[in-house]
């Protein structure tokens, strides 16, 4: 998220994106509340990041489908927490094959 705020504040982010946290049920709940904290800490983080989403998915999941059609138009910003890289390819892949089929 300070890399996200940092690339935000040089003009490389819109200055009000939108994030998604989508977490893996069952993963450590620290994530996505660190997450959720930053984006809320200050009047300025606050004005700046506008969480659309807090959701958690099935472990080994194979369709995001259903959750990632809750976000369009694509978020600017996409936020996820999983434990297991076939998860995050699965989710980002389909989140990228539907963003460019809205391009």
Not at 22 to 29: L, M, N, S
Not at 56 to 81: A, C, G
Request: proline share 7%; charged share 30%.
């Amino acid at each position: 998220m300070r890399w996200a705020e940092e690339e935000q504040q040089t003009g490389k982010l819109p200055q009000r994106a939108r994030v998604a946290v989508i977490w893996e049920d069952g993963a450590r709940q620290g994530v996505p509340e660190t997450i959720k904290d930053f984006a809320n800490k200050t009047p300025r983080r606050r004005a700046a990041w506008q969480l659309v989403m807090d959701e958690s998915f099935e472990l080994n999941s194979k369709d995001f489908k259903p959750i990632l059609e809750r976000l369009k138009p694509p978020t600017q910003t996409s936020s996820s927490s999983t434990r297991t890289c076939p998860d995050y390819i699965t989710m980002h892949g389909q989140y990228a094959k539907m963003a460019s089929a809205t391009s």
